[in-house]
Each structure stands twice: as structure tokens, then as C-alpha cells.
């Protein structure tokens, strides 16, 4: 199995930056792809951004170009650095690991707080 621990949320301001971290304990045969997910209240869990064992990396139109995800298969761990934060990028962001057979392995989630 494949346990996915999120970290580096925090509050910051508008135009601040933050870098999120997932750990996923397990064989890195078991994570084909790592990505990241939000949710803020009252709204769905929306896609953020995506990045596959090979390096192709994908992200959602309303933060591309500002997030960069990556990833360190050494260390097991997924990055998402966050640049040029909006308050509308507030929300519990999640870590996602894709493994065989259509498996995915979700983590806890970490606050993401944008505000002055």
C-alpha cells in the first residue's frame, strides 16, 4: 500500500509563495503517477496538477503557469511549488498517488490559506 502525508500549508499572502510536500510511503512501482487536488468550502475537489514516473507533468488552467509540480522518486515525494498565490487558491489541497489496476492511494489534505 501506498500512504500518501502532505505537508507545508500555511497561511500567506496574496503574491506569497508556499511549497507542499507529499511523502508516499511504499515501492515507487506503485506510484505510475503523483498529483495534487483541492477543495475549498462549498465547492468540489477540482484537479490541480499532475505529474506521471516518466515526468510529463499537466495542471489546471487556473493555476498553470504559477504551480510546478515534481517529483523525487529517491525520496518518494511530490512537490507542488506555489507561486503568485490568490485568495482563491485557499483550500485543503490533497495528495494523490496512481498505482496498477486504476489504484489510488489519497493523503490527509493540508491548509492552504490565502489572505492579507
Known amino acids: 500500500q501506498v500512504h500518501p502525508v502532505e505537508s507545508g500549508g500555511g497561511l500567506v499572502q496574496p503574491g506569497g509563495s508556499l511549497r507542499l510536500s507529499c511523502a508516499a510511503s511504499?515501492?515507487?512501482?506503485?506510484?505510475?503517477?503523483m498529483g495534487w487536488y483541492r477543495q475549498a468550502p462549498g465547492k468540489q475537489r477540482e484537479f490541480v496538477a499532475l505529474i506521471t514516473r516518466a515526468g510529463m507533468t499537466n495542471y489546471a488552467g487556473s493555476v498553470k503557469g504559477r504551480f510546478t509540480i515534481s517529483r523525487d522518486d529517491v525520496k518518494n515525494t511530490a512537490y507542488l511549488q506555489m507561486n503568485s498565490l490568490k485568495p482563491e487558491d485557499t483550500a485543503v489541497y490533497y495528495c494523490?498517488?496512481?498505482?496498477?489496476?486504476?489504484?489510488?492511494?489519497w493523503g490527509q489534505g493540508t491548509q492552504v490559506t490565502v489572505s492579507s
Open positions: 511504499g515501492s515507487i512501482f506503485s506510484m505510475y503517477a
Open positions: 494523490k498517488v496512481s498505482g496498477p489496476a486504476s489504484v489510488e492511494y
